[in-house]
């Protein structure tokens, strides 16, 4: 079973930067992030593949990167001009190659933006 360790999520005031890792027991294919709101549905925020394709959240393009390190199995996210609305549980997600639904998740970590 792979095992997804996230760290970096905190509090932080409107306009600052936060960066999250999610380090994986094994090389994955996709890696990302997903996040969740209370009484909101989770939302794919950013992925990456281990060829390094990107895709991106419409609310969080040109404010968030996302990047991986193959040799250490690990995906990092670069949030930067937070907003309030970007408060949620952040969930690192990871998938096998033409996998139908995500294989694997982490336990979450919480990104609190004050206004």
């Known amino acids: 079973q792979v095992q997804l360790v996230e760290s970096g999520g905190g509090l932080v005031q409107t306009g600052e930067s936060l960066r999250l890792s999610c380090a994986a027991s094994?090389?994955?294919?996709?890696m990302g992030w997903y996040r969740q709101a209370p009484g909101k549905k989770r939302e794919l925020v950013a992925g990456i593949t281990s060829g390094g394709i990107t895709t991106y959240a419409d609310s969080v393009k040109g404010r968030f990167t996302i990047s991986r390190d193959n040799a250490k199995n690990t995906v990092y996210l670069q949030m930067n001009s937070l907003k309030p609305e970007d408060t949620a549980v952040y969930l690192c997600y990871g998938e096998r190659w033409q996998a139908l639904v995500i294989d694997y998740w982490g336990q979450g970590t919480q990104v609190t933006v004050s206004s």
């Open positions: 094994r090389s994955i294919f996709n």
